[in-house]
């Protein structure tokens, strides 16, 4: 069965330190999306890519936080340099096209710990 | 006032219940509605996904959507101890731009044996 792959599942980082997580939607999948889900809450769009164009990343905190999708397959999500508030699990979804009327997948997440 | 609003609970019901979980939201332009169920420490599983008003069923799993009353339902029918979980309420508006989905906060349900 065709999933989203995410990697790794537990990082764990210091302070100022950088981190990035990596994601690989189902395969034909043109739309992408990177959630962050803080413990106890609904997931938080940060960023949506339809193939490697940025669509919306009106909610990306762009001083520290940058995503690329370079091939329009494939992304990775990096925070430079990572704060304690950043703690929390990093979920990407995709979907087979924008245009709303499709189901969105999501992995299995990474989950975050920043110390 | 959040765009989305569900009841974090927990929810606790003894097993064989049925389980009703709702969502209210205020953005008129969200057309796409979905559940997703969430283990602890893992993604959020799609459960049901319905476009405008009406019902949606799906074996034990019945989505209700009020466009009019911007109210949503999911309703659980014998309620297993395995259905024990965070449900999210998730929406989106129609695409052809930024047509991320909006969730609720979830609400923890505890099915007891």
């Known amino acids: 069965e065709a999933e989203v792959a995410q990697s790794p599942r537990y990082k764990i980082t210091e302070k100022s330190q950088a981190v990035a997580f990596w994601c690989d939607p189902i395969s034909g999948h043109a739309t992408l999306y990177w959630y962050r889900q803080i413990l106890g809450q609904g997931p938080e769009l940060l960023v949506q890519f339809q193939d490697e164009s940025v669509v919306d990343d009106s909610q990306l905190p762009k001083d520290r936080f940058s995503a690329e999708r370079l091939k329009g397959v494939d992304s990775t999500l990096k925070i430079q340099p990572a704060e304690l508030g950043d703690s929390a699990m990093y979920l990407c979804?995709?979907?087979?096209?924008?245009?709303?009327?499709?189901?969105?997948?999501f992995g299995q997440g990474t989950r975050l710990t920043v110390v | 006032q959040k765009e989305v609003e569900q009841d974090p609970g927990p929810l606790s019901v003894p097993e064989g219940a049925i389980v009703s979980l709702n969502c209210t939201y205020s953005n008129s332009a969200f057309q796409y509605f979905m559940w997703y169920r969430q283990y602890s420490r893992k993604g959020p599983e799609l459960l049901m996904y319905?476009?405008?008003?009406g019902n949606k069923e799906d074996g034990r799993f019945t989505a209700q959507v009020d466009k009019s009353s911007k109210y949503i339902s999911l309703f659980i029918r014998d309620s297993q101890p395995s259905d024990s979980a965070t449900y999210l309420c998730?929406?989106?508006?129609?695409?052809?731009?930024?047509?991320?989905?909006?969730f609720g906060k979830g609400t923890h349900l505890i099915i007891q044996p």
């Open positions: 979804a995709s979907r087979s096209r924008t245009g709303g009327n499709t189901e969105a997948f």
């Open positions: 319905t476009y405008s008003s």
């Open positions: 998730a929406m989106s508006p129609p695409g052809g731009g930024a047509d991320g989905l909006t």
